[in-house]
């Protein structure tokens, strides 16, 4: 079990990260700014001085990275890259030394490319909600990690102690807070509010662009269409990539959501008022959830209730899972099988 201090515990002391993107980087910076002893190793070399002046250790090799024996060693570079990188580092990873975990959107591809390298014992998945549309060592900066949440998945082979020691880097070291769920769960929800929304987005600039009216419209757009097409100005080869990687359960959600706008064409076209109105109040229990958020954010009263979450041995999955499907964010674990859980508000 990882180390227990005062706060219960601790973040790891030595974390390498590998890729200095805009989520590596910014987490390397993060990390290092609380103290950490952060290594990095990025595959071309143009962000070493700049990382190497805010005090990270940057190796020339994927070889020397690994060699330190880190404690923890996050992947953060593209999916497309995840198997020659895990072949690389199936030969030279202790296993005893060095739990492996990674930032990537999608977790069972990541997973099941973990499996095929046969490194499987000592990985954790791991997925920060954070991040925006710019990319690279120029955009990383420690604040996007602010008051983040991070889902860390699971399958039957994953170690319990190794998911205690990552949740340490994490509410310790970024002082963020996470959810434990497996990665079926996780690759579901991820569709549903950032995968398929990526897709709807860009559908979105491509009906503009298509439109012979596109330079009068673009004129007129304000803060609805800002809002509703940020995402799509993301590098198209990335969203795309993404999208590709969590493929069956963004099908899924766009054939439902087609069917969804079909359906109300149709009550536009019928002059259908009750239909009409049944698609704009459909979702007021999301309106009623994000008005409280709202609210608890201009007063400063919060509805946050604190609860203490007993960690079963040999259940520990179910009782991380349940605990997420409550709504609750785990603060802190303050032993090996108790964590400080919040919850504020759910739909």
């Known amino acids: 079990m990882p180390a227990i201090g005062p706060e219960g515990i601790e973040c790891?002391?030595?974390?390498?990260i590998v890729g200095l993107g805009l989520i590596g980087g910014s987490l390397a910076l993060r990390l290092r700014a609380a103290g950490v002893r952060v290594s990095a190793?990025?595959?071309?070399?143009h962000p070493y001085a700049a990382a190497r002046a805010a005090g990270i250790d940057c190796k020339d090799?994927?070889?020397?990275?690994?060699?330190?024996?880190?404690d923890v060693i996050v992947l953060c570079n593209p999916l497309v890259a995840m198997p020659k990188l895990l072949k690389t580092l199936k030969p030279i990873i202790d296993p005893s030394r060095t739990t492996l975990t990674d930032v990537g959107s999608v977790k069972g591809?990541?997973?099941?490319?973990?499996?095929?390298?046969?490194?499987t014992d000592c990985y954790v998945g791991a997925h920060p909600m954070t991040g925006n549309e710019h990319s690279g060592w120029s955009a990383a900066d420690p604040d996007i990690f602010d008051n983040a949440l991070w889902a860390l998945t699971y399958d039957h082979h994953t170690e319990y102690a190794r998911i205690v020691q990552?949740?340490?880097?994490?509410t310790r070291g970024l002082r963020n807070t996470l959810i434990v769920i497996d990665d079926e769960t996780h690759d579901r929800a991820a569709s549903l509010i950032s995968h398929m929304p990526h897709v709807v987005s860009t559908a979105l600039?491509?009906?503009l662009t298509?439109?012979?009216?596109?330079?009068?419209?673009?004129?007129?757009s304000a803060g609805s269409w800002r809002d509703m097409t940020r995402v799509a100005l993301t590098d198209p080869d990335r969203t795309a990539a993404m999208v590709v990687e969590n493929a069956a359960n963004v099908e899924e959600l766009l054939r439902n959501m087609a069917k969804r706008l079909e359906s109300f064409a149709d009550a536009l076209h019928d002059d259908d008022s009750a239909a009409i109105h049944r698609f704009f109040t459909e979702g007021q229990p999301y309106r009623d959830y994000k008005a409280k958020q709202r609210t608890a954010f201009?007063?400063?009263e919060t509805q946050t209730v604190f609860t203490t979450l007993k960690i079963s041995a040999d259940d520990w999955r179910r009782d991380l899972l349940d605990s997420a499907m409550r709504g609750e964010h785990i603060v802190r674990f303050t032993s090996g099988h108790h964590a400080l859980a919040e919850r504020q508000f759910t739909i």
Request: zero cysteines.
């Open 298 to 300: 201009d007063t400063g």
């Open 166 to 170: 990552v949740a340490g880097m994490i």
């Open 61 to 70: 090799s994927l070889e020397e990275l690994v060699s330190d024996n880190p």
């Open 12 to 16: 790891p002391r030595h974390i390498a």
């Open 41 to 45: 190793w990025n595959h071309r070399p």
């Open 210 to 220: 298509d439109n012979p009216y596109r330079n009068i419209a673009a004129a007129l």
């Open 205 to 207: 600039i491509n009906e």
């Open 109 to 119: 591809l990541v997973r099941e490319q973990v499996h095929a390298a046969g490194i």
